[in-house]
């Protein structure tokens, strides 16, 4: 009560129980601003949430019940219920020191704690986490054919605690769920990505569903399919399924962990040098599948390499073409290098291990290549870098350091490779 009020109404503030009206003067009459104010707003917010008064003259017997979880009021004022516990639906005066804590009985009535009644346990309204399941094509089992479309149906729903709310009518009761801020997809542990929801939008519904088709995504064999999904709350829930697509996989430099991997090699010796070839492999097989024999053939993706040109002695091999009117294509043999136990570079000369090579360990080997006039000037580098020993082809494409076309005339290719050093002319027609 205060006679301060509202001309003289009586009363600080109100709220209906279970709103949806609250009305609160600023300043709170004789609670005044800051702390005082937050208290009276708080407690007439939580009325709005069916929690009950429980200082002495609101009269709240123990067993008066309310609230979204149905609990008692047994820390009223009224009768003494139990031993009271400090709480912010009972009164106190000013003036105020320090926030009104917001007791148990008070939480479960407004559905933001769980509590326990009559020996069971009730969630607190939003501590539920989303459940997300998994669905398939009805009727298509979890291995497919290959070029078979497969639709993969996600069903998020984040349930809600039931409203037990003893002062609404069962019809009237609005269960409160948090809404699904989003749903994340991954296929074979390829990192998740976001996907849209059958209504286009996240963030506004307790249940979502998203229908997507992925053959276009698995490979052959074992697919793993992830899914996740999270609410406003921050809470997850997840889900997992397993597809086997049949056929061939192939891979161009290694096997993946626990696949079953056949490597082949091929050496092709009906080539030009400076060509350029392109090779795959296929791989057929029969199956009887769903009661059909099904047969199939699967290539591998193209790998293209240039022929190398023959290195006679030395480390480089001729310019080929040459003359030429655009670029040359030369191999390099990349001689081994070695480094002992103080870590100072060894170089071995024409591709041998130095004697006490069994004592060292091979390390890359410095390779650079640069074209200069007759000048004497460099005005391109091809290649500088550090590889370990072996063939590699390269071209010069007949252009300079700003990558113009250099004119007619003789120029000079210059490699170094660790302790060798060779040098090759090429003739440039335009």
């Known amino acids: 009560p205060d006679n301060g009020c509202w001309g003289g109404a009586g009363y600080v503030a109100y709220s209906y129980l279970g709103g949806p009206y609250l009305l609160v003067p600023y300043p709170a009459c004789r609670y005044g601003n800051g702390l005082g104010f ?75 704690s769980g509590v326990e009644i009559d020996a069971t346990t009730y969630l607190r309204v939003f501590a539920v986490p989303p459940t ?87 490979v052959p064999g074992l697919n793993t399919i992830d899914f996740r999904a999270e609410n406003r709350i921050g809470l997850s829930g997840t889900a997992s399924k397993n597809l086997f697509l049949i056929g061939l996989r192939y891979n161009s430099v290694y096997a993946i962990p626990g696949d079953r ?27 009887t599948f769903r009661g059909e024999k099904h047969d199939y053939a699967f290539s591998s993706k193209d790998v293209s390499t240039t022929a190398s040109v023959p290195v006679g002695t030395g480390i480089v091999s001729n310019m080929l073409p040459n003359p ?55 005005i391109k580098v091809v290649y500088s870098n550090s590889v370990y020993s072996g063939m590699m082809t390269l071209e010069w494409d007949g252009t300079d350091a700003g990558n113009g076309t250099v004119p007619a005339g003789v120029y000079f290719l210059r490699v170094i490779a660790g302790n060798e050093t060779a040098v090759r002319k090429v003739v440039i027609l335009r």
């Open 38 to 112: 937050g208290r009276v707003f708080i407690h007439e917010m939580s009325h709005t949430f069916w929690a009950l008064d429980e200082y002495a003259s609101a009269a709240q017997s123990c067993s008066f019940r309310s609230g979204y979880l149905d609990v008692s009021n047994r820390n009223t004022l009224y009768l003494s219920c139990q031993e009271t516990v400090p709480c912010i639906m009972q009164s106190s005066s000013p003036p105020f020191t320090e926030p009104q804590p917001i007791c148990e009985y008070t939480e479960g009535q407004v559905g933001i």
């Open 324 to 378: 030429t009117r655009d670029h040359v294509l030369f191999t390099v043999n990349v001689p081994k290098s070695f480094s002992n136990a103080s870590s100072s570079r060894v170089a071995a000369q024409g591709g041998g291990a130095p004697s006490s090579a069994d004592a060292l360990g091979e390390v890359r080997t410095l390779v650079d290549i640069s074209v200069y006039n007759v000048l004497g000037q460099r």
């Open 261 to 287: 991997c056949i490597p082949y090699s091929y050496v092709d010796t009906a080539v030009v040098a400076t060509h350029k070839y392109s090779y795959r492999l296929e791989g057929t097989f029969s199956i």
């Open 132 to 218: 997300v399941e998994l669905l398939g094509m009805p009727g298509v089992l979890d291995t497919l054919l290959p070029g078979e479309e497969y639709f993969l149906s996600m069903e998020i729903t984040n349930i809600a605690v039931p409203n037990r709310n003893p002062q609404q009518n069962p019809p009237d009761r609005v269960n409160y769920a948090p809404y699904i801020k989003g749903g994340w997809l991954s296929i074979n542990k390829q990192g998740w990505r976001l996907e849209s929801p059958a209504d286009g939008k996240w963030g506004h519904s307790p249940d979502e569903a998203i229908t997507k088709e992925i053959s276009g995504e698995l």
